[in-house]
């Protein structure tokens, strides 16, 4: 029965000095490497935000640039008709002075 529990000191021994401390050793790099994940995703998040934040105004410039173009063609109009009238005001003026 002696060298079953010689056996058994030294079994619990060997776990008690190395496999503890090792698992103990493991589990605080696990936790340091699941800690700094943690935080790098939320810095990541924050920085998508940001990022979609920045970004809405490129639609917003996609409308002007699109109402833009048909302001062009509206000008353009508006500077037809304005010549068209500036002609028939003149000949209305034109006739007003002849007696």
């Known amino acids: ?3 079953v529990e010689t056996i058994w000191a030294a079994t619990l021994l060997v776990v008690l000095v190395v496999i ?3 698992a103990i050793v493991l ?3 696990a936790f340091s490497a699941a800690w700094s994940i943690r935080r790098y995703l939320r810095e990541m998040l924050q ?3 940001g990022i979609a934040g920045n970004t809405v105004s490129i639609t917003a410039l ?3 640039v699109r109402i833009a ?3 062009v063609e509206t000008a ?3 500077k037809q008709h304005s010549g068209t009238i500036a002609t ?3 000949a209305r003026a034109a006739r007003e002075k002849q007696p």
């Open 62 to 64: 996609n409308d002007t």
């Open 20 to 22: 503890v401390p090792l």
């Open 27 to 29: 589990l605080h790099r």
């Open 1 to 3: 029965m002696h060298a």
């Open 76 to 78: 353009g109009s508006i």
């Open 69 to 71: 173009g048909s302001l």
């Open 88 to 90: 028939v005001l003149a």
């Open 47 to 49: 920085a998508g935000v």
